[in-house]
Each structure stands twice: as structure tokens, then as C-alpha cells.
């Protein structure tokens, strides 16, 4: 689903946060991202039975092999880094050159980035806000300032935001991501919590 143009021409606005949430409600709710919901079910947390391995004995080593890699998270780039605090206040439509030539990623490896940009620039929880003054973003600012950097695309940072939806519906929260990111009592250490189960949950489903 391509974005609004209101995402890319006022990403630096309040707008952009409506924008972004909106664009993700819309691919979540859609039939197609239902069937990839339904195909890639959520890693089973259970451990296993005791006997449990004797059940690997039928199972090939390629086809063990092929799990095991599957299951890893994504590695994210080790050859590039956000830019330093001045970066982190510049708007972020200044960083949009980054883009220039850069592959496209897996929405996991971009929430990877987003949590980058909560954990080096900082989370934020203003009403109708994607940054602060000192460059802290809330969720949605950090999913915009990753994609303005370089990592993934339009497309990438609209399914990224899906698989939040997606993560925050398994917990019971049924409205959007900006309401949850200012929720009361709502806490930095919360918002890098939902990006990294949102990451594996994005990652065991091969995306």
C-alpha cells in the first residue's frame, strides 16, 4: 500500500504521526496482511517437552539447519550508525540524501534501526509529537527517522508499523500506536520492549 503523500511532504509535522498510524491501521486490517498474520503464526514461548528431541531424530540435518537460520534475528549493518545528538535534532527531512542508493531492507532489520533511534536519540511521549527539542522520537518518529536515514523504504516502514499493530493487538491494545506510546505511565523502557517483540515476531515470520 503506498503511503500518503501527507507522510513524505510533512514528516517533520504532527500530521506525519497521524499519517504513519494510519497507514499501518489500513495495511493491518487489510485481507492480505490477515493471510500473512495467519501464515507466520507468533513463535510458540512454551518449552518443550522433555522428550522432546527424540522428535528431531525423523527430521532431516538440512531441514534442521534451514530452521535454526531462519529463526535468527536479522543482523543489522554493522558498517553504518545514526548520526551523532547533532543529527538527532536536525529535521529529519534533511537526512532524506541518506536514501540515496541504499538496498532495501526486511521490516525487522528497519524496527532494528527504529530501536537504535529510541535508544541512542531517546523516546519521547509528548501528545502529537514525533520528536522533542533534544531529538528524542516517540515509536512512529523513530519508524519515520529510520526510514529518512536510509533503512527501508516507504513500503518497509508502512509493514514495520503493521508488525507493531500487530504485536501491540496480541496484547490486548486495540487502538493505535500513538495513543499507546502516550499512554499514562507509559515508560522509554516500555517502547524498546514492544520494538524488540516486535522484531522477533516480524523475524520468525521470515520478514
Excluded at 34 to 41: A, F, K, N, S, Y
Excluded at 85 to 102: C, F, S, Y
Excluded at 171 to 187: D, E, F, H, K
Aim: aromatic share 6%.
Amino acid at each position: 500500500m503506498p503511503p500518503s503523500p501527507s507522510l513524505l511532504s510533512r514528516a517533520d509535522t504532527p500530521d506525519a504521526l497521524d499519517a504513519l498510524d494510519r497507514e499501518a491501521a489500513a495495511l493491518f486490517e487489510s485481507a492480505t496482511w490477515q493471510r500473512i498474520v495467519t501464515d507466520w503464526p507468533a513463535p510458540d514461548a512454551s518449552p518443550p517437552a522433555e522428550d522432546g528431541w527424540r522428535q528431531l531424530l525423523s527430521v532431516p540435518v538440512d531441514r534442521l539447519v534451514a530452521d535454526a537460520l531462519a529463526a535468527l534475528p536479522p543482523a543489522l549493518p554493522v558498517e553504518r550508525r545514526l548520526p551523532g545528538r547533532l543529527g538527532a535534532v536536525l529535521p529529519d527531512r534533511l537526512h532524506a540524501w541518506r536514501r540515496i542508493g541504499q538496498a532495501e531492507l526486511r521490516p525487522s532489520v528497519h524496527l532494528g534501526y527504529a530501536r537504535l533511534v529510541l535508544t541512542e536519540w531517546g523516546w519521547q511521549n509528548a501528545p502529537y509529537k514525533l520528536r522533542d527539542a533534544r531529538g528524542a522520537r516517540c515509536v512512529c518518529g523513530a519508524l519515520l527517522a529510520a526510514h529518512r536515514l536510509g533503512y527501508g523504504g516507504t513500503d518497509t516502514m508502512n509493514e514495520a508499523a503493521a508488525w507493531i499493530m500487530t504485536e501491540l493487538r496480541s496484547r490486548g491494545w486495540q487502538g493505535l500506536i500513538g495513543p499507546w506510546n502516550r499512554a499514562p505511565g507509559r515508560t522509554a523502557a516500555h517502547a524498546v520492549a514492544l520494538l524488540d517483540a516486535t522484531i522477533r515476531r516480524a523475524a520468525h515470520a521470515g520478514r
